[in-house]
């Protein structure tokens, strides 16, 4: 890792945790509305309101905020709603715009779910990967994606610790589905800006290799 992107990263994080933010007034209301022991509505693209939201970056929420916890379990009851159960959401998808999401880690055993505060995408392959996604907010919708194969992320826990590592296949696509919902896009926007992207098969044969992170 050269001295440049070592600077760029600690600087990233430093400036990520000074403007970590307690959640607003508003917000607080929204997570306290209802009976707080069951799921928050997730947010529909057809639904004008709900786009001004879902359409909008987030920002950072400070770990040690109290209701981070409420808004996380919250959360993982709508994303695993019988009536239609997902492997990731985003804060925006319940109507509140901070940078926290859920996701699925297939590349664990047990495929466990986890919860990312602050994350980021610190660098990405130029290896892609095409598949089908769909996501909570648009139901009834399918589509076919371009995602890096592997990303170097770095995110915080509840304890305010950050933690780097790599992600691969599934889980990074999962991953970087939930980061764009982070910065105002479904996947249905990502497919328009990728349109006339230029993306080459493997040559038939070549064998695939990716070498895990180590810290340095």
Known sequence: ???????????LLV????FAQNFTHSEKQLLLSG????????????????????GSDSKDIDPSDPLLQLLSRRMFLAMRDTAN?????????VGINRNAFWVQRFDKSGSPFEFFINPKIIKQ????RKGGEGCL???????????????????QSFDGGWHSEMLEDFTAVIFQHEYDHLRGMLFSDRMREQ???????????????IRPYTAP
Do not use: C, K, W
Request: proline share 7%; net charge negative.
């Open 137 to 155: 907010s648009m139901p009834g919708e399918r589509g076919t994606v371009l995602r890096s194969y592997a990303i170097h992320v770095e995110y």
């Open 35 to 54: 009976d707080t022991t069951t799921m928050m509505r997730i947010l529909i693209y057809t639904n004008p309101m709900d786009m001004e939201v879902l």
């Open 1 to 11: 890792m050269n001295l440049r992107f070592t600077f760029s990263v600690i600087f």
């Open 195 to 209: 349109q006339n992207t230029l993306a080459l098969p493997l040559p038939q044969g070549m064998e695939l290799l």
């Open 85 to 93: 159960p997902g492997v990731g959401i985003a804060a925006p998808q």
């Open 15 to 18: 400036f990520s945790q000074l």
């Open 125 to 128: 392959s130029i290896l892609t």
